[in-house]
């Protein structure tokens, strides 16, 4: 039975300030408030095997907890080798994400990289935790590093003036710092009060884009994600779509954090359990959707922002036939770049309108957000601006 409303946020931010620590803070700053909280140690984060040991659970970066008034499932990805990667998968289902910079440094390349990334791929809320606080003790310096955070936030296509910045310890919270500890109480207060409840797509077709796949012993195979639109029901017919043939299956179980439920809806974490499906014949990057309802696509037409080189991005320009891999929420394809009429490079910090040919079929429909990569550099996010083929 669901009391609170759920929502999926997670942390972003230039590596090294402090994401996982915030991460641990707050589940110990909430556990040791109300108790029905659970703490997730900072070297417990992102714990893969004794998750999936519990059953069909969730995806391993999640952890969980609650405020008085919401519960979240919160993504962090630690030490994982390509962040990047999984943060476009995690943003695209993000109702909204705390940017974490370290008031020491200030906004780095991967500052801004996440923040054109978020904006691009469907984050329209962010809190930001000016996090190290307890490093710095000149306040007009804090207010400095603020401010340009500010202005970063503005430029991105955010509202930098009402984005709540919170200066964080969590380091010292984790701690047990009382002063530090009730500003991760403060920063949990703007979470609940600037990202609102996402309207849910409820009436759409159930959509769900798969995150993992796992095969449960005695079970059979189960893939977990976040529902993107529509509501599933334990029995319902549904087909797996993208990246090669449609498999046929029904849904014999679905099952959040661990708990079984009888239906999932837009927004849930789920795990659903395929029938006769082997583990081998869906894969990561396909969406489970009602059968019918989703045909996949190679062309189309979209507009990119190419990231500079302050962005993380590339240095040099690219010319037409470049090839770089396309995210779309969990996928990762190849696809070839065509560019407009009287164009032969694209510079780094340039935006323009691409044709773009994928190597596989995916779903996708004009508004989807995805990014361009090449190895662990992202070259471009951008947008389906028209779907042709
Ligand atoms: P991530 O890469 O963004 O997840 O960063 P981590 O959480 O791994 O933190 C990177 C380093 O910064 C670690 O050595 C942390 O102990 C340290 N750190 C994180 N938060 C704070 C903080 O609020 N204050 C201080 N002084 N150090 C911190």
């Not at 940017?99 to 991967?110: I, R």
């Not at 009436?203 to 796949?213: A, G, T, Y």
């Not at 087909?239 to 849930?268: C, H, N, Q, W, Y």
């Not at 891999?325 to 996928?331: A, N, P, Y």
Request: charged share 25%; with cysteine; glycine share 10%.
């Amino acid at each position: 039975v669901r009391t609170k409303p759920h929502l999926n946020i997670g942390t972003m931010g230039h590596v090294d300030h402090g994401k996982t620590t915030l991460t641990a803070a707050i589940t110990k700053v909430l556990a040791e408030r109300d108790g029905t909280n659970r703490y997730v140690a900072f070297d417990r984060i992102d714990r893969a095997p004794e998750e999936i040991e519990r059953g069909i659970t969730i995806t391993i970066a999640h952890v969980e907890y609650e405020t008085p008034t919401r519960h979240y499932a919160h993504v962090d990805m630690p030490g994982h080798a390509d962040y990047v990667k999984n943060m476009i998968t995690g943003a695209a289902q993000l109702d909204g994400a705390v940017l974490v910079v370290s008031a020491q440094d200030g906004a780095m390349p991967q500052t801004r990289e996440h923040v054109v990334l978020a904006r691009r791929i469907g984050v329209e809320h962010l809190v930001v935790a000016l996090n190290k606080a307890d490093l710095v003790e000149d306040e007009d310096l804090l207010d400095l590093v603020e401010l340009e955070v500010r202005e970063l936030l503005t430029r991105y296509g955010f509202d930098g003036e009402a984005v709540p910045v919170v200066r964080v310890s969590g380091l010292r919270a984790l701690d047990g710092d009382p002063r530090w500890t009730q500003r991760i109480l403060h920063l949990l207060e703007a979470v609940d009060e600037h990202v609102p409840i996402p309207p849910r797509r409820l009436d759409l077709p159930f959509l769900m884009p798969i995150e993992n796949v796992l095969t449960i012993t005695g079970r059979g195979t189960v893939v977990t994600g976040a529902v993107e639109q529509g509501v599933l029901s334990v029995g319902d017919a549904v087909e797996v779509v993208g990246l090669g043939p449609a498999v046929a299956s029904v849904a014999t179980g679905l099952e959040t954090f661990g708990k079984p439920m009888e239906r999932a809806e837009a927004g849930d974490n789920a795990a659903v359990l395929l029938r006769g499906v082997k583990r081998g014949e869906v894969r990561r990057g396909q969406v489970v959707c009602l059968p019918g309802s989703v045909r996949p696509h190679t062309r189309f037409r979209a507009d990119v922002h190419v990231l500079s080189a302050a962005e993380g991005g590339r240095r040099t320009p690219f010319a037409a036939n470049y090839r770089p891999q396309f995210h779309f929420r969990t996928s990762d394809v190849v696809g070839v770049v065509t560019l407009a009429e009287g164009v032969t490079v694209v510079r780094p910090g340039e935006a323009a309108s691409l044709t773009v040919e994928l190597g596989q079929p995916i779903a996708m429909s004009a508004g989807l957000g995805f990014a361009m990569r090449e190895g662990r550099l992202t070259v471009a996010a951008g947008t389906v601006r028209e779907v042709l083929d």
